[in-house]
C-alpha cells in the first residue's frame, strides 16, 4: 500500500475504511458476524455483538403478591380492611372479579412465574410436602423456564423481591445446586432479595441478597420491619435501573410476607381497628355481603356461602374468647393497612420518576383464600398446631398484648378465615371458591384505555405470563439456555382490557390441593372437599368415597346451591348426573395431561416421607461459619435418639452465646455457654423450656461439649426423653424432656454453628447472637428412627404417622 493511500485511510478514521461519525455495525449474540475480517485491522470492519433490545415502548411488568388474603378482606373488594393504594389503583386500572388461582402459596406462584399449571411444574404443593412423582417433587424442570428467562431474551432486566419458597429446602444451602434458586438457570431473575421459606419472622427475618445469607439492616427497636424492607429495595434497584438506562424496560417480583402468619405489626397499625371486629366474623360477613353487592363484585342475586360446619358461632364465644379473636383480626387488619402503605410509596416513587404510565402492575390480593390453618382458637406460635401443641384461650388471653409483636408467631382462628372469604365457601387449601378466588387489579395507564372498571371473564394464575408476552409484543421462546421449552398453558387476558362484554377464552380449568379436587367448564364447576378440616390432619374418608358437587356459578357464584343434592346418582336420564359425570370425566382427562396423579391427600406425612431422601447420613461434621442452612438440609434430630459432640476452644475471662442452634423462638434446641457455664436448651412450644445445665465455668482452653438425648417415651412420633450434658467426657447434668418435636421447628429459622442466626432459642441470650470463643467442629451422630423391622424410611414415617392419628 502506497504511503498516499495510507495516509487517506488514516483520514476517514482507519478500521477497513470506516468513518469517524459511520454508526458501528451491531449484531445479537448467536448471528452471524455482521463485519469484515481482513488480514489486518485496517484492511477489516468491525461489529459488536450487543445484548437484546426490547421492542420500542414496552411496558414494565410489576408483579405485587401478598400473601394468604382472602376475597372478603381488602376495600376494592367490599372488605373492611382499608387499603387506600390498592384503591387507587382499582379506581385506575381494572378488577379482575373471577380470577382463580391453586388454594396454596408455592403452586399459585410457581403458575404466576412460568405460565404452567402447578402439577406441570412438579409443584402440586410447598416443596416441604413434596414426593417422588413428577407432578410432586417439587423441582422446576429446566424445559418450563420462568418469565424472567423468557423476557431476557427481549431486553428486560428482573427483580425477585420477597417471598420465594420455589426452592428445595435441601438446595437451599451454600453447596446448592442454584439451579432453582430465583436467580437460577430455571427461574431468571437477575436479582434476588428476600427469603426462600414459606413463611417469615417480620421483625427478625432470614434474609438472602442474591445467593448469600444476610441479615437485616436493622432491628426491631430501631423500627425495622420486612413489608418496609422489600419496599425500600425495591425503590432502589428500580431506581438505579432507571438511572444507568432509563430505555430499557425492568420485571419486578414483589411479594410481600403480608399478610402469611405470624401477623407482625406495630400496635399503633393494628389500634386503628379497636372495636371494628368485636361484631364477631358472622355478622361480618353479612356486612361485607351487602357491600360487596353494592360495588358490584357479585352479582345481586348471589347468596351468602354456608359456613363450615364446626366453626363456632360468635355469639356462643365467651367474653374472654371474643376479646382476643377480635383482637387477632386487628393485627391481621393493621398488618395489611401497613403493608399498603408501603406499596403506596412505591407507587409514589414510579409516578414521581415518570415509570408508572407504562408499567403493567398486576396486584394479586392473596396466591389462595385467607388461611384456616390457626386453629379454632387462634395460635400465639404458629409452631404449636404443626407439631400437635395445645394453646388454651387461658393461656393467650395473659399474653394477649404480646401477640403480634417480635417473640411471637401469631395466627388467628379458622373462623376469620371463613369470614376473609367473603361470599365463598371454605379457605385455603381447598378447592371451593374460598381456597381459589382471588381478588386481582391491573393497573397500565399507557396500554389500558378503560378506568376503574370491573371485569367478570374467567381467568387462572397460569394466564399472567402469556398476558405479559402479548402486552410485550414477543413470543415465548423455544429455547432458554440451549434447551427446548414446553408450551405455556395459560391463556392472555389482554382481550378483556378494553372490553368488559368479551367472552372469556380460558374456558376449562382442573384444580387439586391436597386431594381436593374441582374443575371449571364454561360456567359450570364441580369440586369435592375431601373430608379433612383445616384444624385435622387426615382425610374421614378415601377419594372413592369422595361426592362430586356440581354448580352453575353463573347462576349461583358462591357454590351455595348443589345441584347434586337429593338427587339420585344412578339416575343417568337426569341432565344434571349427565353433566356432573361429563364434568368428573373432564376432570380426570385433565389431570392425566398434567401430571395430577397419583392422588395424594396425606399432609403431615408428606413432609416425613421426605426423610427418606437423606436417610443414609446418619453421621456429619459442622464447622464455626456453617450458619443459615434451611431446617430439612440439617441434621435431622427429630424422632430418634442422638447425639453430638462440639469442640470448643473458650478464651480468657467468660465465654458466652450458641455453639450450635436449630430452630428459632417458635421451637428449637440450642447448646451454648452463658458465663462460661455450658447449658442445653429444649425449646419445644408453648413455650416448654427444658434447661439442661452444667455446674461450672469452663476453663480457658480446649474442650469436648458432648449431648446426647435417649428417645424413652412410649410415643413413636413426638417421643419423650432424657437429655444428658457432658463436658470433656464426664457427666455434668441430665434432665427429661417430656415430649419433642415431631414434625419442624419452624418455616424460616436455621441450622447455625457458632451463632443463632435469626430469633434466640432460648431467652437467656438475644437474637442473632454469636458464640464469643471458637468452634473446631461439631459432629453428629442420628441413631436408627423408630419400627427398625421396616427398612425403607418412608414406611417408618408412615408407621409412626398411623400410630401417632390413632392415639389421638
Not at 402440586?124 to 418450563?144: C, H, M, S, V
Not at 430439612?632 to 480468657?652: I, L, Y
Not at 442445653?680 to 476453663?699: D, H, M, S, V
Request: overall charge negative; aromatic content about 12%; hydrophobic content about 35%.
Amino acid at each position: 500500500m502506497s504511503k498516499d493511500k495510507r495516509k487517506k485511510q488514516g483520514a476517514n478514521g482507519g478500521g477497513g475504511g470506516v468513518k469517524a461519525d459511520t454508526p458501528m455495525k451491531t449484531y445479537r449474540e448467536g448471528e452471524r458476524f455482521p463485519g469484515r475480517i481482513g488480514r489486518t485491522y485496517e484492511e477489516s470492519e468491525p461489529a459488536f455483538p450487543m445484548p437484546p433490545k426490547a421492542p420500542k415502548d414496552a411496558p414494565n411488568i410489576l408483579y405485587v403478591i401478598l400473601d394468604d388474603v382472602g376475597f372478603g378482606w381488602c376495600e376494592p373488594f367490599g372488605g373492611m380492611i382499608r387499603t387506600p393504594t390498592l384503591m387507587k389503583l382499582a379506581r385506575q386500572g381494572l378488577r379482575y372479579t373471577h380470577f382463580t388461582t391453586t388454594a396454596l402459596c408455592s403452586p399459585t406462584r410457581s403458575c404466576l412465574v412460568t405460565g404452567r399449571n402447578h402439577h406441570s411444574v412438579g409443584m402440586a404443593n410447598i416443596t416441604e410436602l413434596a414426593t417422588g412423582f413428577p407432578g410432586y417433587n417439587g423441582r422446576q424442570p429446566q424445559d418450563k423456564a420462568g418469565v424472567p428467562a423468557m423476557l431476557h431474551q427481549h431486553g428486560y432486566t428482573s427483580y425477585c423481591i420477597g417471598k420465594w419458597h420455589n426452592t428445595p429446602s435441601e438446595e437451599t444451602t451454600i453447596a446448592g445446586p442454584y439451579d432453582r434458586w430465583p436467580t437460577g438457570s430455571v427461574f431468571g431473575f437477575d436479582r434476588f432479595y428476600g427469603f426462600l421459606g414459606g413463611d417469615c419472622d417480620q421483625w427478625e427475618p432470614k434474609l438472602f441478597l442474591d445467593r448469600e445469607a444476610v441479615d437485616p439492616p436493622a432491628t426491631p427497636e430501631e423500627g425495622y420491619h420486612l413489608s418496609a424492607d422489600l419496599v425500600d429495595r425495591a425503590m432502589s434497584w428500580i431506581s438505579q435501573h432507571h438511572s444507568a438506562d432509563p430505555e430499557k424496560p425492568w420485571l419486578t417480583w414483589l411479594a410481600l410476607g403480608c399478610a402469611h402468619a405470624p401477623h407482625h405489626v406495630a400496635p399503633e397499625w393494628a389500634d386503628k381497628y379497636k372495636g371494628q371486629f368485636d361484631m364477631g366474623w358472622d355478622a361480618y360477613r353479612e356486612k361485607v355481603l351487602a357491600q360487596q353487592k353494592k360495588l358490584g363484585i357479585i352479582p345481586e342475586h348471589s347468596k351468602l356461602a354456608p359456613m363450615l360446619e364446626g366453626v363456632q358461632k360468635w355469639d356462643s364465644l365467651s367474653a374472654d374468647e371474643k376479646r382476643l379473636f377480635a383482637r387477632m383480626a386487628e393485627l391481621y387488619a393493621g398488618f395489611i393497612e401497613h403493608a399498603d402503605a408501603q406499596l403506596g410509596r412505591l407507587m409514589e416513587f414510579l409516578e414521581r420518576t415518570g415509570q408508572l404510565d407504562n408499567t403493567l402492575v398486576f396486584v394479586f390480593i392473596g396466591d389462595n383464600g385467607s388461611s384456616g390453618e390457626g386453629t379454632l382458637t387462634g395460635l400465639f406460635n404458629e409452631q404449636s398446631v404443626a407439631n400437635n401443641a395445645q394453646e388454651t384461650v387461658a393461656q393467650n388471653i395473659a399474653r394477649i398484648d404480646q401477640f403480634g409483636q417480635p417473640g411471637s408467631y401469631n395466627h388467628y382462628p379458622v373462623g376469620w378465615a371463613m369470614a376473609g372469604n367473603t361470599p365463598f365457601q371454605l379457605c385455603k387449601q381447598y378447592t371451593h371458591f374460598g381456597g381459589v378466588r382471588n381478588p386481582l387489579i391491573v393497573h397500565w395507564p399507557r396500554g389500558i384505555e378503560a378506568k376503574g372498571e370491573l371485569r367478570t371473564q374467567y381467568h387462572h394464575c397460569i394466564d399472567i405470563v402469556p398476558t405479559i408476552l402479548e402486552a410485550i409484543g414477543v413470543e415465548e421462546p423455544r429455547f432458554i439456555n440451549t434447551v427446548q421449552q414446553a408450551p405455556v398453558e395459560g391463556f392472555p387476558m389482554n382481550y378483556s382490557f378494553n372490553d368488559a362484554e368479551a367472552p372469556t377464552n380460558h374456558s376449562t380449568q382442573y384444580f387439586e390441593m391436597l386431594g381436593n379436587r374441582g374443575l371449571y367448564h364454561d360456567g359450570w364447576k364441580v369440586v369435592t372437599y375431601h373430608g379433612r378440616k383445616p384444624w385435622e390432619n387426615k382425610a374421614r374418608w378415601s377419594f372413592d368415597e369422595d361426592h362430586w358437587e356440581l354448580y352453575n356459578v353463573v347462576d349461583d357464584p358462591t357454590e351455595s346451591n348443589d345441584l347434586m343434592k337429593g338427587r339420585d346418582r344412578a339416575n343417568l336420564s337426569d341432565p344434571m348426573v349427565k353433566k356432573l359425570i361429563e364434568m368428573v370425566g373432564m376432570w380426570w382427562a385433565e389431570a392425566g395431561r398434567y401430571q395430577v396423579l397419583p392422588l395424594d391427600d396425606r399432609f403431615q406425612m408428606r413432609a416425613l416421607g421426605r426423610a427418606g431422601l437423606y436417610a443414609e447420613r446418619e453421621r456429619m461434621t459442622y464447622y464455626e461459619g456453617a450458619v443459615r442452612i434451611q431446617e430439612f438440609a440439617g441434621p435431622d434430630t427429630k424422632n430418634r435418639s442422638w447425639e453430638m459432640t462440639a469442640e470448643v476452644e473458650v478464651p480468657a475471662g467468660d465465654a458466652n452465646g450458641p455453639i450450635v442452634a436449630l430452630g428459632g423462638s417458635s421451637a428449637g434446641f440450642t447448646l451454648y455457654l452463658k458465663k462460661g457455664v455450658p447449658v442445653f436448651c429444649y425449646n419445644f412450644p408453648g413455650p416448654e423450656l427444658t434447661y439442661i445445665r452444667g455446674k461450672e465455668a469452663l476453663k480457658p482452653g480446649k474442650h469436648l461439649l458432648r449431648y446426647e438425648f435417649e428417645k424413652t417415651g412410649p410415643e413413636p412420633f413426638g417421643a419423650g426423653g432424657t437429655g444428658r450434658l457432658y463436658v470433656d467426657g464426664k457427666k455434668v447434668a441430665q434432665a427429661p424432656i417430656p415430649r419433642t418435636v415431631p414434625v419442624g421447628y419452624s418455616m424460616d429459622e436455621t441450622f447455625d454453628v457458632g451463632w443463632d442466626k435469626g430469633t434466640a432459642v432460648s431467652p437467656e441470650y438475644p437474637s442473632n447472637s454469636r458464640f464469643t470463643g471458637r468452634v473446631l467442629r461439631v459432629d453428629f451422630d442420628l441413631k436408627p428412627d423408630f419400627h427398625p423391622d421396616h427398612a425403607d424410611p418412608a414406611k417408618k414415617a408412615e408407621a409412626r404417622f398411623k400410630h401417632e392419628m390413632m392415639r389421638q
